[in-house]
């Protein structure tokens, strides 16, 4: 499959900070994206997607920049919660619908 | 949003015996798929099953040892078969409704201990 990765494997940031996780992508025509957050013994959860033909997209307290360009994803959270203390995915759509997934970054808040 | 259910939700099993994980979603839905999550470690995509016709299968996974069912919109099952420790891991179903540039949503995971 795609090669998805992420620059960070861990993060460690203080509470109410805000929190940048980045992930790059190898495959130019890939025209959705989207990060999953995933705790411990659960499966990953839907957080904030975007399409390729945007460059950013907003959520509650998150937000995600796409480019193309440089094939690089990126999910800023604003004011971390202890709460936000997962594993972060990020994902590639490609053509069949399969997704294929970076190897994820751990995000430990200190309160 | 879709909501998944997966049975059984852990399990340990003997080394040469087969484990079938049943994915239930509670609405049609078109694209339903299998992923493998070592511990630690991202996931990776192990088949797309699809309804009415045999799954498609990723490089270095085979139906052989894998075998997956979709009999209808809102079901499917993967059987791992003739485990072995390497087996161990974590498997997820996925579900979406289909079409380019639609969210897919996880089930749980099932964790398998292989001894």
């Known amino acids: 499959g795609e090669s998805v990765g992420l620059h960070l494997p861990t993060l460690s940031v203080q509470e109410g900070d805000n929190s940048i996780i980045n992930c790059a992508y190898s495959?130019?025509?890939?025209?959705?994206f989207i990060w999953y957050k995933q705790e411990s013994g659960k499966g990953p959860q839907f957080i904030i997607d975007?399409?390729?033909?945007?460059d950013k997209r907003q959520g509650q307290r998150v937000t995600v920049l796409l480019n193309k360009t440089v094939k690089h994803l990126s999910l800023q959270i604003a004011a971390t919660q202890p709460g936000d203390s997962a594993v972060y995915f990020c994902?590639?759509?490609?053509?069949?619908?399969?997704?294929?997934f970076g190897t994820g970054t751990s995000l430990t808040v200190i309160p | 949003s879709a909501v998944i259910s997966q049975k059984p939700s852990r399990d340990i099993c003997q080394r040469g015996t087969s484990l079938t994980i049943q994915c239930q979603v509670d609405?049609?839905?078109?694209?339903m798929f299998w992923y493998r999550q070592q511990p630690g470690q991202s996931l990776t995509l192990i088949a797309t099953a699809n309804q009415g016709s045999e799954a498609t299968y990723e490089s270095g996974f085979v139906i052989d040892k894998f075998p997956i069912s979709r009999p209808n919109l809102t079901f499917s099952t993967l059987t791992v078969s003739n485990m072995s420790p390497e087996d161990s891991s974590i498997y997820l179903c996925?579900?979406?409704?289909?079409?380019?540039?639609?969210?897919?949503?996880f089930g749980p995971g099932t964790r398998l201990l292989v001894l």
């Open positions: 609405s049609q839905v078109t694209m």
């Open positions: 996925s579900a979406g409704p289909g079409g380019t540039e639609e969210t897919q949503y």
């Open positions: 994902a590639e759509n490609t053509v069949g619908n399969q997704f294929y």
């Open positions: 975007i399409r390729s033909n945007m």
């Open positions: 495959n130019s025509a890939s025209d959705y």
